[in-house]
């Protein structure tokens, strides 16, 4: 029931572009994505539905492929405050929310 | 505008005793959800709760665990003779309505160390 992200960690220099991938074996009604930076509650970044894709930050951005059922992040230029542990989280029929494995972004100077 | 404020943010409780964990939506929210996270590990869901309704309890353990959101007053998790295994971070969430679109806004989280 988990979405899947991938990779699991990832480790950027400053400027430098990456992407995380939410995969899930279900259908998907939403896809959100949250950051969480360490003993901290996430922080809500975008949401994307069914049908469509929104941007929430300048330089971060994300796509919804419905019948891929998979959702992907994209950091452009990362800056130092970009690190943390990212989190997909899917809505399926019902009420559940399921929260992806998370993916570990470190940014180095 | 106060977010979702939780309390207390750090409770130590040795094992047996209870833990009672608070949480207050953002004003304007009926919906709370509960969840938990090991250390290194993601967010699980626990329940979902409307005011004086549990709408959806299936991630809960199916005993010692409670929820409740009463007409007045905060969401509570209760955890009844904790063990070693309950110590986690419970962060809750609250949402304007529910469906497709709607964010979850986190609180700050409880830490609960079981001793």
């Known amino acids: 029931q988990q979405p899947v992200q991938s990779p699991q960690a990832v480790i950027l220099r400053e400027g430098e572009d990456a992407v995380i991938n939410c995969s899930s074996s279900?259908?998907?009604?939403?896809v959100h994505w949250y950051r969480q930076k360490h003993g901290e509650a996430p922080v809500f970044l975008m949401i994307?539905?069914?049908?469509?894709e929104q941007k929430g930050h300048e330089k971060i951005s994300a796509s919804f492929n419905e019948k891929k059922q998979q959702s992907s992040l994209y950091l452009t230029a990362s800056q130092l405050s970009y690190s943390g542990t990212y989190f997909c989280g899917t809505e399926k029929s019902g009420n559940q929310f399921y929260f992806g494995t998370g993916t570990s972004l470190t940014v180095i100077p | 505008n106060a977010g979702v404020m939780q309390n207390p943010r750090h409770l130590v409780r040795r094992r047996g005793q209870e833990a009672r964990l608070r949480c207050s939506p953002m004003?304007?929210?009926?919906?709370v959800y509960w969840y938990r996270q090991l250390p290194e590990e993601g967010l699980k869901f626990m329940v979902y709760l409307q005011k004086e309704n549990i709408i959806d309890e299936s991630g809960m353990p199916k005993e010692r665990f409670s929820a409740e959101f009463p007409k007045e007053g905060p969401s509570i998790l209760r955890i009844q003779q904790v063990v070693r295994g309950d110590s986690a971070a419970y962060f809750c969430a609250s949402s304007r309505g529910q469906g497709a679109g709607e964010t979850q806004y986190f609180g700050p989280g409880t830490r609960l160390l079981v001793l």
């Open positions: 994307l539905l069914k049908g469509g």
């Open positions: 004003k304007g929210h009926s919906h």
């Open positions: 279900k259908a998907l009604y939403s």
